[in-house]
């Protein structure tokens, strides 16, 4: 509205400007001179009018700048802390996708070339659509893991987390609209049904009720709820009864439900009163066979961590087997789990070696790939969320004393390891279990690198999680918790060189903080003297 008043009332007033002054008049009496004052009146208005909608549009811009400079204060006091609130992170993709480009037509109406320039010179560092999409599917993927609802969500509230970061009726069914645009009807109903409470709570929004109705229906009608589509649709009608789907919808589905009952000999059964949320549909089945018992670990639930099994942990100092530089300094060692054998060892990072190798991996970080099984190529992949860099023990003194100490806490040369990966998890970053080692189904994994196969797995902690991102062993049930300047070591292989399939392994999605890692995959070549093998398969 304000943009067109704008521009209405520009170029009316330059109109009537031009028809009072272009036309050449003789006004020879006082009866023509007060038509003129008229008329000046009437420009007067018309300028007013243009003013007005002029500081319409400037009162729109100055409260978005005054928005804006009070949600920047708080973000950039600490841009980590904010962004570890998976909303934030989801509404600053939101707002920098699409309401700055909303501020930027209409500040466009009239010529602003320096914030023009501005938004021209930094649009290329903004999130596109995939990335706003990206991250409404982040947050949908920590409802399902963590089993929150929509409304805990919308109004801030996460396990041992509450804030002010909210989520409108506009921006739930932004969320609803992006899993309906993805055919992803269970969030679809879970987000348009939040949608339409606020709205029925009184709550402002730009998006109509006609509108949330619309998607709502035909997303449950999905679902397979005939009923609860029925009466949906009839609320729709009601509301708009010209709308051009709604009556044959309504009258489609009420067909469909008569023929399903007669098929079953049923009567009708009105929909039920219970407002839709988390548990009222069934989530569908997806291409992860373990997927309940993983998202169980996850929550640190089904952690299978017996008395038994806990007499059988233990700790110790740890010095390499006599390693000159681990003699004076051994390290802490702990046992995580007896069977297959993992343990931590603590202080293994300092607070300066973190730092350094966050800042050298920050400006290469990029979308994390897997190796293609078949081909060896390395690609990216939905079930690994999360942004990498590769670092070389060349490019600075701390990679190189890293690498120096993996080798002498394992024993194992890292000559043939690949280099040291950093990796960050941001808002619902997980990577869905995943064997690290390839299988004899996929002989050419690691082919091109020509060291074999990935003989264990060297894990760092660079950062404590607040809630979520544990690394879980769902085949035998076990949970690793992030703990800054810890690591973490296990054997993917046994000493025959088959691969152990327990240790099939996932990084849970990061709930609320932001998740540093950094790893090194430690191949079969050079390890020949160092872990001989075994006499039998699974030595």
């Given at each position: 509205v304000i943009f067109s008043l704008s521009l209405r009332g520009t170029h009316f007033f330059l109109w009537l400007l031009k028809q009072n002054t272009t036309e050449k008049h003789l006004y020879s009496f006082l009866g023509q001179m007060t038509?003129?004052?008229y008329t000046e009146k009437e420009l007067v208005q018309s300028l007013r009018e243009y003013i007005k909608a002029e500081e319409s549009k400037l009162a729109a811009v100055k409260s978005w700048a005054n928005k804006l400079d009070a949600l920047t204060r708080v973000s950039t006091a600490d841009p980590e802390g904010y962004l570890a609130h998976p909303v934030n992170a989801y509404k600053l993709m939101k707002r920098l996708n699409t309401e700055w480009s909303e501020l930027e037509s209409l500040v466009l109406q009239n010529p602003a070339d320096g914030f023009v320039s501005n938004m021209s010179v930094h649009r290329q560092y903004f999130p596109d659509e995939e990335d706003e999409t990206g991250a409404a599917k982040a947050l949908m993927r920590l409802q399902d893991t963590y089993q929150l609802d929509s409304e805990a969500f919308s109004k801030g509230k996460l396990p041992g987390v509450h804030s002010n970061a909210v989520l409108t009726v506009d921006d739930c069914f932004d969320m609803g609209k992006t899993a309906y645009n993805d055919a992803d009807y269970y969030h679809a109903v879970l987000w348009l049904q939040q949608a339409l409470k606020q709205?029925?709570?009184?709550?402002?929004?730009?998006?109509?009720?006609?509108?949330?109705?619309?998607?709502?229906?035909?997303?449950?009608?999905?679902?397979?709820?005939?009923?609860?589509?029925?009466?949906?649709?009839?609320r729709l009608v009601a509301i708009d009864p010209s709308h051009q789907r709604a009556g044959g919808n309504l009258r489609y589905f009420e067909q469909l439900l008569m023929k399903q009952l007669r098929e079953m000999n049923q009567d009708y059964q009105p929909p039920s009163e219970e407002p839709i949320q988390l548990g009222t549909y069934s989530r569908p089945k997806d291409h992860l066979p373990e997927r309940e018992s993983y998202e169980a670990l996850c929550r640190g639930e089904g952690i299978q961590m017996t008395e038994a099994r806990r007499s059988r942990l233990f700790c110790r100092y740890h010095d390499?087997?006599?390693?000159?530089?681990?003699?004076?300094?051994?390290?802490?060692?702990?046992?995580?789990?007896?069977?297959?054998?993992?343990?931590?060892?603590?202080?293994?990072?300092?607070?300066?070696?973190?730092?350094?190798?966050?800042?050298?991996?920050?400006?290469?970080?990029?979308?994390?790939?897997?190796?293609?099984p078949k081909t060896g190529v390395l690609t990216t992949a939905n079930y690994r969320v999360s942004k990498s860099a590769?670092?070389?023990?060349?490019?600075?003194?701390?990679?190189?004393?890293?690498?120096?100490?993996?080798?002498?806490?394992?024993?194992?040369?890292?000559?043939?390891?690949?280099?040291?990966?950093?990796?960050?998890?941001?808002?619902?970053?997980?990577?869905?279990?995943?064997?690290?080692?390839?299988?004899?189904?996929?002989?050419?994994?690691f082919k091109r690198l020509g060291t074999g196969n990935r003989l264990a797995t060297y894990l760092n902690y660079m950062s404590d999680v607040e809630a979520g991102g544990a690394t879980v062993f769902p085949d035998f049930g076990a949970v690793i918790w992030p703990r800054k300047g810890t690591s973490v070591f296990w054997y993917n292989l046994f000493r025959s060189g088959e691969g152990d399939y327990r240790t099939r392994h996932a990084a849970c999605p990061v709930l609320v903080g932001s998740k540093w890692v950094s790893n090194k995959w430690i191949h079969e070549r050079g390890q020949e003297f160092r872990r001989p093998c075994g006499l039998t398969e699974v030595d």
């Amino acid at each position: 509205v304000i943009f067109s008043l704008s521009l209405r009332g520009t170029h009316f007033f330059l109109w009537l400007l031009k028809q009072n002054t272009t036309e050449k008049h003789l006004y020879s009496f006082l009866g023509q001179m007060t038509d003129l004052i008229y008329t000046e009146k009437e420009l007067v208005q018309s300028l007013r009018e243009y003013i007005k909608a002029e500081e319409s549009k400037l009162a729109a811009v100055k409260s978005w700048a005054n928005k804006l400079d009070a949600l920047t204060r708080v973000s950039t006091a600490d841009p980590e802390g904010y962004l570890a609130h998976p909303v934030n992170a989801y509404k600053l993709m939101k707002r920098l996708n699409t309401e700055w480009s909303e501020l930027e037509s209409l500040v466009l109406q009239n010529p602003a070339d320096g914030f023009v320039s501005n938004m021209s010179v930094h649009r290329q560092y903004f999130p596109d659509e995939e990335d706003e999409t990206g991250a409404a599917k982040a947050l949908m993927r920590l409802q399902d893991t963590y089993q929150l609802d929509s409304e805990a969500f919308s109004k801030g509230k996460l396990p041992g987390v509450h804030s002010n970061a909210v989520l409108t009726v506009d921006d739930c069914f932004d969320m609803g609209k992006t899993a309906y645009n993805d055919a992803d009807y269970y969030h679809a109903v879970l987000w348009l049904q939040q949608a339409l409470k606020q709205l029925d709570d009184g709550e402002e929004a730009v998006v109509s009720k006609a509108d949330i109705l619309d998607y709502l229906s035909y997303s449950v009608y999905q679902m397979g709820d005939l009923p609860r589509a029925i009466e949906l649709t009839r609320r729709l009608v009601a509301i708009d009864p010209s709308h051009q789907r709604a009556g044959g919808n309504l009258r489609y589905f009420e067909q469909l439900l008569m023929k399903q009952l007669r098929e079953m000999n049923q009567d009708y059964q009105p929909p039920s009163e219970e407002p839709i949320q988390l548990g009222t549909y069934s989530r569908p089945k997806d291409h992860l066979p373990e997927r309940e018992s993983y998202e169980a670990l996850c929550r640190g639930e089904g952690i299978q961590m017996t008395e038994a099994r806990r007499s059988r942990l233990f700790c110790r100092y740890h010095d390499g087997k006599r390693n000159p530089r681990l003699l004076l300094k051994p390290v802490k060692e702990e046992d995580e789990w007896d069977s297959p054998h993992i343990v931590r060892y603590l202080d293994s990072l300092s607070d300066e070696e973190v730092e350094k190798i966050k800042e050298l991996a920050k400006p290469r970080l990029a979308r994390a790939t897997v190796r293609d099984p078949k081909t060896g190529v390395l690609t990216t992949a939905n079930y690994r969320v999360s942004k990498s860099a590769w670092l070389e023990g060349e490019e600075d003194p701390v990679i190189d004393r890293v690498n120096q100490r993996i080798e002498d806490i394992t024993g194992l040369t890292v000559e043939t390891a690949e280099l040291l990966q950093v990796a960050n998890y941001g808002v619902g970053g997980q990577y869905e279990p995943h064997f690290d080692f390839s299988r004899k189904d996929e002989p050419d994994a690691f082919k091109r690198l020509g060291t074999g196969n990935r003989l264990a797995t060297y894990l760092n902690y660079m950062s404590d999680v607040e809630a979520g991102g544990a690394t879980v062993f769902p085949d035998f049930g076990a949970v690793i918790w992030p703990r800054k300047g810890t690591s973490v070591f296990w054997y993917n292989l046994f000493r025959s060189g088959e691969g152990d399939y327990r240790t099939r392994h996932a990084a849970c999605p990061v709930l609320v903080g932001s998740k540093w890692v950094s790893n090194k995959w430690i191949h079969e070549r050079g390890q020949e003297f160092r872990r001989p093998c075994g006499l039998t398969e699974v030595d």
